[in-house]
């Protein structure tokens, strides 16, 4: 328990020092080509490429610092709307019941009905690439995630002698939800916003590998990955790093998740849902 | 039982169209003329108009989504434009090697998630399942379009005996049957196709189901460890059963159910993993085809894969539930 929130923590930590620092940790410009240093390999302390350089003679280090702060970024914001969005209409859903809770559940249905990524691989095939519809594409089904649960929740917080009060008192339905629902939901959605980060990691990083993500000029892992793939033969650092940065990131986080949940809900954990 | 697969059955349609009306609304939010997009820059307003006629674009969306919608469920959904041919024809195609990988990286993640799971669980907290519980969540965590690549880089690349693309060495494998290589070529007797489906098989395969495997070990082990404590396992032990006859007659197989549940689950998200592994393995299958529509813009291909997609995504949670039903005969809702 303490070693999963110290490992994944300090993890965590690098990942997002590393893209909030970026320009002023990373040696090189990302983008800076050269020819006289194409696919050098790793150099370690021996050189001034660290994790060595790509086919346009460009820093993999300084490309991966450069990712990192892509992949926060668009993780970050793919974590707070979907939780926005998932948590207002879970606890709207769960406190009104009825019609509204009818036809939120059936928007949920619907959406849930495909396969994941597909979904998103949708969207950016017929939107176009971009920040925004990349952001656009990893909410459209991670917000379910949140709703489910909080709808859930809110069920049984709607019966509880606080709401209840809170009612005879004279406060309004928008009041009872934004003062006394929503803050009960924080916790939980804690826990399901640490797993949606990782997995919004991995979408983004497939999307990009796909060459569906941000556009090409902006180093992320996935493209690096993508382009790395190419010289898989010959110069096998350049598909290494960048994925090992995805995995190790995708793992701190995992780690820091199992041990949230494990502190703030535990009945997560005994419900069945403790993959 | 039998009303219950009916209400299920039916619920299923009003899914059905508002996904195909979502993703309707999607292509018409698609930036482009496709008028122009096909015929060229300079074509005269003439052309256009005439064009635009002839495939219905003049008409109002609702009349454009509702012929949409009765072609699409007849399973037609225009010519591609890659390929020339129909649709429905170069997907069907394609399915057989899905399904192959898709079974094969099944059959792997069981084969090496419940043993480990079971092990890890029946020792808690040793050394085996800390060790266990580890593989799991790297299973988890890796992207296993780089644990393709590495295993590329690993069987291919460095040690080169394992193939890197493609389904088959040219040549070996024989007739077309099932579509299946390797059970085709097992039919027919032919081992050495066998054996050269299964080597092509084997590293997609096994990135594909890395992250079922890693679900399903820690799946398995919570399980294992929820009924370990039940009242009928105190039973069997003070009867005086030796533990291993404890663990695989009382434990395992009440423990199994909710494994089976979430095998269903994953395998949605199998079905999407394919689309990217297939594109790493370049395996001749409809998750590759996919990339290779949207590269090409070949939208009626897009379309078509999206939808096929999606409805198999539908069936598969069906049958789930019915399996459900099957298992646990409580559920009724």
Redesign the interface.
Same mark, same amino acid.
């Given at each position: 328990m303490r070693t999963k929130v110290y490992l994944g923590g300090s993890v965590v930590l690098i990942f997002i020092i590393a893209g909030a620092l970026g320009p002023l940790v990373a040696p090189f410009d990302p983008n800076q080509q050269s020819l006289e240093t194409m696919l050098h390999a790793p150099q370690w302390f021996w050189g001034p490429h660290f994790l060595g350089t790509d086919n346009l003679g460009r820093d993999i280090l300084s490309r991966i610092v450069f990712g990192a702060r892509v992949s926060l970024l668009i993780a970050f914001a793919v974590v707070f709307i979907s939780g926005f969005v998932g948590v207002i209409l879970g606890a709207t859903s769960g406190y009104f019941g009825g019609n509204v809770d009818f036809t939120i559940q059936?928007f949920v249905?619907?959406?849930w009905?495909?396969? #994941?990524?597909?979904l998103a *691989?949708?969207?950016m095939?017929?939107?176009?690439q971009g920040l925004f519809n990349l952001i656009l594409a990893l909410v459209a089904q991670r917000w379910i995630q949140y709703c489910r649960v909080t709808r859930g929740q809110s069920l049984s917080l709607k019966a509880r002698e606080f709401v209840i009060s809170a009612k005879s008192l004279g406060a309004s339905d928008a009041q009872i939800i934004a003062r006394h629902i929503i803050p009960n939901l924080i916790q939980v959605s804690l826990v399901i916003g640490t797993f949606a980060m990782?997995s919004s990691i991995?979408s983004e990083?497939?999307l990009s590998? *796909?060459?569906?993500g941000v556009p090409p000029e902006i180093p992320t892992w996935g493209t690096m990955?993508a382009d790395?793939?190419i010289y898989?033969?010959t110069a096998?650092w350049l598909?290494?790093f #960048?994925?090992?940065s995805?995995?190790v990131t995708?793992?701190g986080i995992?780690?820091l998740g199992?041990a949230l949940r494990d502190v703030l809900d535990p009945r997560l954990?005994r419900a069945?849902t403790?993959? | 039982m039998g009303t219950y697969l009916l209400r299920r059955l039916v619920g299923t349609i009003p899914v059905m169209v508002l996904i195909s009306l979502l993703v309707f609304l999607l292509i018409q939010a698609a930036p482009g003329d496709p008028t122009l997009m096909l015929l060229g820059e300079d074509t005269t307003q003439e052309d256009i108009d005439q064009a635009r006629e002839r495939w219905g674009l003049d008409q109002p969306v609702y009349v454009q989504y509702l012929k949409f919608f009765m072609s699409a469920a007849k399973g037609d959904f225009g010519r591609s434009f890659k390929y020339d041919e129909p649709v429905m024809d170069v997907i069907v195609n394609r399915i057989p090697a899905t399904l192959e990988l898709a079974t094969a990286s099944v059959i792997i993640a069981i084969i090496f998630a419940i043993p480990l799971g079971v092990w890890a669980a029946a020792k808690p907290n040793s050394w085996v399942d800390n060790t266990g519980t580890t593989f799991g969540l790297f299973g988890i965590s890796m992207p296993s379009f780089w644990f393709g690549i590495m295993l590329i880089l690993l069987f291919a690349g460095i040690l080169n005996i394992l193939p890197s693309a493609g389904r088959d060495t040219y040549g070996i494998a024989g007739e077309r049957i099932t579509g299946f290589y390797v059970v085709d070529s097992a039919i027919q007797g032919n081992w050495a196709g066998v054996r050269d489906g299964l080597e092509h098989l084997f590293l997609p395969a096994l990135a594909l189901g890395s992250n079922m495997l890693g679900i399903l070990m820690r799946v398995t082990r919570s399980s294992v460890l929820e009924v370990m404590h039940e009242e009928y396992v105190t039973t069997a032990r003070a009867k005086g059963l030796v533990e291993r006859k404890v663990l695989w007659r009382h434990v395992v197989s009440n423990a199994l159910i909710p494994v089976i549940t979430v095998v269903g689950l994953e395998l949605g998200t199998l079905l999407s993993g394919s689309i990217i592994v297939e594109t790493v393995f370049s395996w001749p299958g409809s998750g590759s085809l996919l990339v290779i529509a949207l590269n090409a813009r070949d939208h009626p291909l897009v379309t078509g894969l999206v939808l096929v997609y999606t409805v198999a995504f539908v069936a598969i949670n069906f049958l789930i539930d019915v399996l459900y039903a099957v298992i646990d005969p409580r559920i009724r809702y």
């Open positions: 059936k249905e619907v959406v009905a495909f396969p #994941p990524l597909l *691989l949708t969207i095939a017929f939107l176009g990782a991995i990083a497939s590998f *796909l060459g569906l990955l790395g793939r898989i033969s096998w598909a290494l #960048p994925g090992l995805i995995f995708v793992l995992n780690l199992d954990k069945g403790g993959i | -």
